[in-house]
């Protein structure tokens, strides 16, 4: 299941619309079950790791300095806290008005200078270069204009910036968007299908998201379309952090980085696709 109920505009969702047209609202179902599972100890941890990996990368290339961090798609805002405790600046934007109201009372209570902003993540309010970090946690599987999507990431982003995504993948038989066996492996006519029962009769197959998954990746197309973009890209493996870990960890790691075909097999055994991207120039 995603942390986000971001946008899946419709087919000119491009186009920057006003706030007016935009459904921001939310099934109860869903609310609930990220009113909750937004702060579970799972979350916490995969939203500290990123901040880290992301500050490490910046911190390698001796950059020290104060960030702008725009969190697209950021549900109930729980991944602000860590950028701001360690002094950077933290935007949250969401197409969802319940989880946004959640996100600025949770950060009104811990005191945290947070910013939340309704919006759709195929028109950001934001403008060029605006951005030094721009985090897209589990969206794009939601928003049938990925492209879009992707592109305004990119706009917004200074050059050096990083790009982190995390997104379903169409390599790994494991997912958490429907409840359904193998379904990353299913032809695109039947998931289509299913998307459509999903959002009529049968939302409990994607556990009443109002925006069911439409879109599954491989790191390798989205490394392909974001180097056109000048964005170089790195996978899982290029960023993983060694140190501290077991031997055979070790020795993995290297083997995916050094051979094709480990590299390949370690895509296939991961329920995800991340991708983090540096911008160019």
Known sequence: MNDTDMTIDDANSSARLPAAEWDTGSHEDFFKYYEKQSLSP????????TTET???LFERAG?????DVLDVGCGAGAQGKYWLERGHRYCGIDINLPL????????????????????SATALPFADASMDVCVLPELLEHVKDWQGCVNEAVRVLRPGGLLYINTSSRLCPVQQEFNLPLYSWYPGALKRYFERRAVTDWPAVANYAKYPAVNWFSFFQLRSYLEARGIQSFDRFDIADASGRSIWHRAAIGACRSMGLFRMIGHVMTPYTLLLGRRLG
């Open 42 to 49: 799972q979350t916490m941890e995969r939203f500290r790791a």
């Open 54 to 56: 992301l500050l490490r």
């Open 63 to 67: 950059d020290h300095r104060s960030l």
């Open 100 to 119: 946004i109201n959640l996100a600025r009372e949770r950060a009104r209570q811990q005191a945290l200078a947070a910013r939340f902003e309704v919006g």
